[in-house]
């Protein structure tokens, strides 16, 4: 709105100069320039009106960015200030720390609640390690008897094998005993089939020759009877 007032009030100095003729008229002594010269006596209070309030203006816009600036300085100082502050603190405070753990290790307390706790992990590692130790144990015996189970069932395998190829060797055995039996008493069979056979053709010769000697001796009995 300041603005906006500035620009309509600048307007009437320019009007000022347009009735430039105006003192030359004043000779005539005609109505006009009285008209003008209240016209100019009006306007001349603002024309002196204008000028100071602008400086004002200028005055309090230089005065508000002085105290913008003034304001920003002390933020940023403050700003940094608390910075300094916080940085301090937090020396100080891990300082007070790191001073109160030297002070509580140092404590024969503290050192005897750390050799008890000391004392505590390494036996606890110990019935670990003793734990992992009885489960390799474990493991290991059960990997032997695992083994011998096997090799038992190897050797069981292994055996019912021998003993299997045992009898059916033995049964091999038997029947080509069996079989050489069956063909020795063939054998003997046809011998004795063979021996009887020549037996009864030479008992048949015999036979033969003696039925022949009979009829050669019967024919001399005839004759002899005839010839009586």
């Known amino acids: 709105m300041l603005l906006h007032r500035r620009r309509s009030r600048s307007i009437s100095p320019r009007r000022r100069k347009s009735p430039s003729p105006s003192p030359r008229r004043r000779k005539s002594r005609s109505p006009t320039p009285r008209r003008h010269k209240r016209q100019r006596t009006s306007l001349s209070p603002i024309a002196k009106s204008h000028s100071p309030s602008s400086g004002s203006i200028e005055r309090k816009n230089a005065s508000e ?24 603190t937090a020396k100080r405070v891990e300082e007070a720390i790191r001073k109160k753990v030297e002070e509580s290790l140092n404590s024969e307390e503290i050192k005897l609640e750390l050799q008890r706790r000391l004392e505590e992990g390494r036996r606890k590692l110990l019935d670990v390690v003793a734990v992992q130790l009885e489960k390799e144990k474990e493991s290991a015996e059960r990997a032997k008897k695992d083994k011998e189970e096997l090799e038992r069932m ?30 020795e008493e063939r054998q003997k069979q046809k011998e004795e089939a063979m021996r009887r056979k020549k037996q009864q053709e030479e008992e048949e010769r015999a036979n033969q020759i003696k039925l022949l000697g009979k009829n050669k001796a019967r024919p001399k009995v005839s004759f002899a009877i005839g010839s009586k």
Request: glycine content about 0%; charged content about 65%.
């Open 65 to 88: 960015k002085l105290r913008k600036e003034e304001e920003e300085k002390k933020r940023r100082q403050q700003e940094a200030e608390l910075e300094l502050i916080e940085e301090e």
């Open 154 to 183: 190897i050797e069981e395998n292994r055996r019912k094998v021998e003993e299997a190829q045992r009898r059916e060797a033995l049964e091999q055995q038997r029947r080509e005993e069996e079989r050489y039996r069956e063909l």
